[in-house]
């Protein structure tokens, strides 16, 4: 999706944005804009900030790892996170929810539960959405929000400070643990199946002169080379100690 300015942003290398260069390249001329992750629609005094994710079973989640209320609040809270990244405010969330054609009520009751709650958390509702049939559990999230001075991953300049929010590495501890066959450690687990959507943050980066922001979802080393595609700076990274969950116990 576009930046505030409503040019394309500069991709980095790798199959998925291959694949949207691909498309870009498919829609010619009416593709201009495309390339972040929040689109950016004026609406009186400021701006409407929409983007959307889709979680799939087998992909991003397992259901051995985690509850359907969990699965709803992992889901929506990686699509809020879009518009921590954009220094947004939520209005709500559309949610679009595939289930197998046996699955039970309570599955998808109690994974909107997750959902709402998270939405909740940051000040939204749970606008609408629609349900189907298929093969695996998917849930699609499109957020809805409102900012009045958006930022991209455009905007990064040498020199500039590089900052994160939170500690790192506890999602991928669970992950680690549970492809090992081992139950993760009950820190770590919380950190993959209830991650908080920084939209407080967000905005207070901005107030604080913040110039370009993402969403950490490929770890900070790739996502800092996605900031630096976008924004094409001169020069490289010097790394300090950043904050990072803790190693698990030796048991």
Do not use: K, Y
């Not at 455009?154 to 081992?182: Q, S």
């Amino acid at each position: 999706m576009p930046d505030q300015t409503g040019t394309t942003l500069p991709l980095a290398g790798g199959p998925e944005f291959d694949r949207i260069r691909a498309i870009m390249n498919a829609l010619g001329p009416r593709a201009e804009g495309l390339g972040g992750d929040v689109r950016f629609i004026p609406a009186g005094a400021g701006l409407i900030a929409l983007s959307t994710d889709v979680s799939v079973e087998g992909v991003h989640f397992q259901r051995a790892w985690l509850g359907a209320e969990e699965i709803g609040w992992r889901a929506t809270a990686g699509a809020l996170s879009d518009l921590a990244a954009a220094g947004a405010q939520c209005i709500g969330v559309l949610v679009a929810l595939t289930t197998p054609a046996r699955e039970p009520e309570s599955t998808f009751v109690s994974l909107m539960r997750g959902v709402d709650a998270v939405t909740a958390s940051v000040g939204g509702l749970v606008l609408g959405g629609d349900l189907s049939r298929g093969d695996a559990l998917s849930v699609a999230v499109t957020v809805v929000g409102r900012t009045a001075r958006p930022i991209s991953r455009r905007g990064a300049r040498a020199g500039d400070g590089l900052w994160v929010t939170g500690e790192l590495g506890g999602a991928r501890a669970a992950l680690a643990a549970w492809t090992a066959g081992r139950t993760p450690d009950p820190a770590a687990r919380r950190r993959f199946a209830l991650p908080v959507p920084r939209l407080t943050e967000g905005r207070w980066l901005v107030e604080h002169g913040a110039t370009a922001m993402m969403d950490l979802s490929d770890g900070l080393g790739a996502d800092d080379g996605h900031l630096a595609a976008a924004s094409r700076p001169a020069g490289s990274v010097e790394q300090h100690p950043a904050p990072r969950h803790p190693p698990p116990r030796a048991g």
